[in-house]
């Protein structure tokens, strides 16, 4: 095989856990061709990557349906292989139908898998990691050489940026989810920082949009931190969080940012759980969950924007280990 196109559509954190199928693609394929396909505002997670050709870009705002149309008669000019479509819903399987790669493998759960020369069981909550789920879809080729763990390359300019934010002892804390019952609450990363900075330096990462909630754990702490988010791109986060004594996050995306670099990671769990297969690859993880058995937990894939029950105990998680 000489040409492969992977698709993965959804969050950030789905993009960074389908690269060990480009990584391991590109260890049995050395000299094949491998392209990926992201939602528009991912792009950037994969510049600089050793084992991608090219990246191409899904507009989900503007045009959809004209960019779907547009994507397929650019993907059957390049005449892939095979196509891999590790999302399971429908834009993209129409994309990959339209691709017309020789071979085309994806997902029993996409609703256009009918399509697919081959279709494979996706199974949540059984323990299985989501790499280990995207990684099956190679099954059907002789692949000798796996890679699990994820992997993005930030540049030497990337370390650049961040040099002097680094000290010789540094935690990085990333608070912020989209959903607000992965997070851990507010006063415990309040508690955190506290407990930290009387270790070495404390850095708040995040998007622009988490600024304002970092900027308030640090007041409450009432000491000196340093709030970065919105201010780092997600290389140059990836760069940082690299070479911290340690890194601390929910289950969201700057926890497969800790692993794509093997930095050392502490994750918390509240009202997801670890065997949804979304929990850190770093050789140095742990997780922290709470340690009382609720019947509510997990509440669902993704979480909520407040507690269902009206409690949140899932949070109640001891930041003092």
Not at 67 to 90: Q, T
Request: charged share 25%.
């Amino acid at each position: 095989m000489k040409k492969f196109l992977i698709i993965q559509t959804a969050f950030l954190g789905d993009v960074i856990l389908a690269t060990p199928v480009a990584m391991t693609l590109w260890a049995n394929f050395p000299d094949a061709e491998i392209h990926f396909l992201v939602k528009k505002g991912n792009e950037s997670l994969l510049e600089n990557h050793e084992a991608i050709s090219k990246v191409w870009i899904f507009d989900k705002k503007e045009g959809k349906l004209k960019n779907i149309f547009r994507l397929g008669k650019s993907f059957r000019k390049e005449k892939f292989d095979l196509v891999l479509n590790l999302h399971r819903f429908a834009s993209s399987g129409i994309i990959a139908s339209l691709a017309k790669g020789k071979k085309t493998y994806g997902f029993k759960k996409n609703p256009l898998s009918f399509r697919y020369t081959k279709s494979f069981p996706h199974e949540i909550g059984n323990g299985d990691h989501e790499v280990d789920r995207n990684l099956s879809l190679l099954s059907e080729i002789y692949v000798p050489s796996i890679i699990r763990r994820p992997a993005l390359f930030p540049s030497k300019s990337d370390f650049d940026k961040t040099k002097d934010l680094q000290s010789a002892s540094y935690f990085c804390l990333a608070p912020a989810s989209v959903w607000a019952t992965k997070q851990l609450p507010k006063e415990k990363w309040v508690e955190l920082v506290r407990i930290l900075q009387k270790k070495g330096q404390v850095i708040l990462l995040g998007s622009p949009d988490d600024n304002n909630m970092c900027q308030e754990i640090i007041s409450e702490s009432g000491v000196e931190a340093i709030n970065q988010a919105g201010h780092l791109s997600l290389l140059q986060s990836a760069a940082l969080m690299k070479t911290a004594t340690r890194n601390y996050v929910n289950d969201s995306g700057p926890l497969h940012l800790a692993s794509s670099v093997n930095a050392p990671v502490t994750a918390f769990f509240c009202s997801t759980i670890p065997d949804f297969g979304f929990g850190p690859l770093s050789e140095d993880s742990e997780l922290r969950e709470t340690k009382e058995k609720l019947s509510c937990r997990p509440c669902g894939l993704h979480g909520f924007k407040v507690c269902p029950e009206g409690h949140f105990k899932c949070g109640e998680i001891s930041v003092e280990q």
